[in-house]
């Protein structure tokens, strides 16, 4: 009975947090975001400019309709490119996480959130491509914005009702889902039919429920192997091993050409990315995997060190990278790009309610942000995980050589962020963790590692 009663306490508190980070949270999605017009936008490796007179005001749908007579130049563009990325965000009302009572992440899942958002890009240019784009992301209308906000105060209003009786669900009135429109879909071609089916695929992946292959519920048990739970804080490295064993166990056909690997130590060993990418595939297919890179680094001490400015933005303008698992001391964000001296994000902190993956046509609208946020470099906190994608040796090669170069011409430092290297960890005296590990998600190494990371990490809310 004591028992019952603390899981009761439990589900109470979780929906009062729930109903405060949207409260919160809904407030910050609408705030405006300024644009420059005489400075480029970079977004996951494309350009864009906005020629206009005064500034540009980035804001929901509604705000760039009202200003698309007065821009020339491609701002249609880049809003459609920047909502074509997934955006993945606390969920609340998902199936129970299992050895606990919590049915959301509100509060303490951001850093998995934007590893998702992260894995996700890197699966969108495996399956997609960079040139790919929602073709119905300009048609999300204003009217959203107004139904996520009223559904914000029924929720708020209802958490409080429920906690005077103790009901277990409160009554939420239903929040109304766009219908698509007819006839738009008979027309498209094989080609996109054939992507409309991964874009729902690869969101299908994340689901919020015990069976998706990256869902929360998979993540928080690869978490538990490194001694993490649900409710725990997550930073970016561990989260950078979760995707990786998560990757590795990934059952889905789709997913056998796809591999994950970590860098160690600010390391990134060229001939264990090979072995991983040329290792045998489970479908019996030949030739090699696709990688993504995590390469878990710190760009500073207690506070970030703008010397790592130019190499960010470096990073960011490149067509591979999949994005940064980052954000600012206590709250953490995807960063996707950036303009002058600030990052361009997406903000996993506003809740939203379960959407089941599994039922034919569910809804899209959800998993797509319609506004940029931006942050001054400086606010953001040194910890973070940068991430890249390669489709073949010859990529990675490419790639390698690349951020090398990179690496060398904007430090200012004595040693770079980060390297790569010829040949195996094994071969620098470091244990070689196998390509499969049964019982365990980390090598006693990477134990290691981690525990050292884990005092680094900033605390997120």
């Known amino acids: 009975m004591e028992a019952t009663g603390t899981d009761e ?4 508190k979780s929906k009062f947090m729930s109903a405060w980070h949207n409260m919160k949270y809904s407030w910050v999605l609408k705030t405006k975001t300024y644009f420059s017009r005489n400075s480029p936008v970079f977004l996951l490796g494309k350009c864009y400019h906005f020629k206009t007179e005064g500034e540009y005001r980035a804001l929901h749908s509604l705000h760039f309709d009202k200003i698309k007579a007065e821009i020339s130049g491609n701002v249609e563009e880049f809003r459609k490119d920047f909502i074509s990325r997934i955006w993945l965000t ?65 929720k708020l209003t209802a958490s409080f009702e429920a906690s005077l009786s103790a009901e277990r669900d409160p009554k939420i009135l239903p929040q109304p889902q766009p219908q698509p429109q007819r006839g738009t879909r008979t027309n498209r071609d094989g080609t996109e039919r054939r992507n409309e089916v991964y874009h729902r695929k690869i969101i299908s ?75 045998f595939m489970d479908s019996g297919k030949g030739g090699t995997k696709a990688v993504i890179i995590l390469v878990p680094v ?62 034919k046509d569910f809804p899209l609208e959800s998993f797509h942000c319609p506004s940029p946020k931006k942050m001054s470099f400086k606010k953001m906190d040194p910890s973070c995980t940068i991430g890249f994608y390669c489709r073949t040796v010859q990529d990675f090669e490419k790639a390698s050589e690349e951020i090398t170069k990179m690496l060398k011409s904007s430090s200012k430092e004595k ?3 980060f390297t790569f290297v010829k040949g195996h960890s094994r071969d620098y005296d470091f244990a070689s963790s196998p390509l499969h590990e049964e019982s365990d998600l980390f090598s006693e190494d990477e134990k290691k590692r981690l525990k050292r990371f884990s005092t680094e990490e900033f605390v997120l809310l």
């Open 9 to 12: 306490v439990e589900k109470i």
């Open 90 to 154: 606390y969920r609340e009302e998902f199936p129970q996480i299992k050895g606990s009572a919590l049915t959301t992440d509100c509060g303490w899942g951001c850093t998995l959130r934007t590893g998702q958002m992260l894995l996700a890009q890197g699966l969108m240019l495996h399956f997609l491509g960079r040139a790919w784009v929602w073709p119905e992301a300009l048609d999300m209308e204003s009217s959203d914005w107004e139904s996520w906000t009223a559904h914000t105060v029924r």
């Open 205 to 279: 992946w994340f689901g919020d429920s015990p069976l998706a292959a990256f869902g929360l519920h998979q993540l928080i048990e690869y978490g538990k192997k490194s001694g993490k739970t649900a409710g725990d804080w997550y930073g970016p490295a561990v989260v950078a091993h979760i995707l990786r064993k998560a990757v590795e166990e990934a059952r889905d056909p789709e997913l056998q050409g796809v591999t994950v690997y970590v860098a160690q130590d600010c390391t990134v060993y060229s001939s264990d990315v090979i072995d991983r990418q040329c290792s």
């Open 298 to 359: 710190r760009l500073g001490g207690e506070r970030t060190n703008t010397d790592y400015l130019e190499f960010v933005k470096g990073i960011l303008s490149l067509e591979y990278c999949v994005g940064i698992i980052g954000g600012k001391p206590k709250q953490s964000y995807y960063f996707a790009g950036f303009q002058d001296d600030s990052l361009i994000y997406m903000d996993p902190h506003y809740c939203q309610s379960f959407v089941d993956v599994s039922i």
């Open 415 to 417: 040693y770079p962020l």
